[in-house]
């Protein structure tokens, strides 16, 4: 559930990015409104089976621990969707779609953002069903769920007191960076190469130079030694 979560609250912070761009439309406010509401409904089975667990004093300590991480990766895609519902209120604020008081920004993004929306909702095809004035209704229980997302947020701090400091990483940081098993099929191979191409570069371009000085001065000599017969023949 936790990964179904994070993966809703990607694809709207994906959304809220073309909020106010020329692919901004009626289709994109109410993928907003579903995918929103999509990750709440996550976000209360999440928080409500990870915090029985937690206060479930029969566990051992290793699920403890295991549960704890959890909670902290639960508690950030919390925080995330919060601010990126914020941040849709605001924009949706400056453009409405209705009675436009702004021209939309000119972002170079163009087409349908359905794609993404049905990933969220996990179905093949998004049904739109909305009325004209979804961006100015909308924005009013918008804020309502802004609240509410605030309440659920304290109430799982007051419940479950878990210190994000004291929750140890199953990996060192930037090991995925460090990882050479996936090189060539991933963007961190494509770096590694990147970073290793010039170390090569580098040492080809010193035997050249090694080359071009041995050339340099086996034609200085010969130069020299003409130079020397010409002068005894005169």
Partial sequence: MLDALNKVTACYRHLVITLGSTSDSQNLREELKKTRK?????????RTKLTALLKDKTISKDDRTEYERLWVLFSSSMELLDVDMKRSLEIGQDFPLQLPTRHLIQTGMTGSTTTVAARAMSVQNMKYEADSNIDTADLRELQ?????????????????Q???????????????LKSTVSVGNSSVGVISICEEEPKGVDGENGLMKVFAGIIFTVIVLIAGILAFCVINLS
């Avoid at 999509?38 to 999440?46: D, I, M, W």
């Avoid at 309502?144 to 479950?160: C, R, S, Y």
């Avoid at 400091?165 to 995925?176: C, I, P």
């Fill in 162 to 176: 878990v210190a994000p400091w004291a929750v140890e990483a199953k990996q060192e940081a930037g090991a995925e």
């Fill in 144 to 160: 309502t769920e802004i609240t509410q997302v605030g309440q659920m947020m304290e109430e799982m701090e007051m419940k479950v």
């Fill in 38 to 46: 999509k990750a709440q409904e996550l976000a209360t089975a999440n």
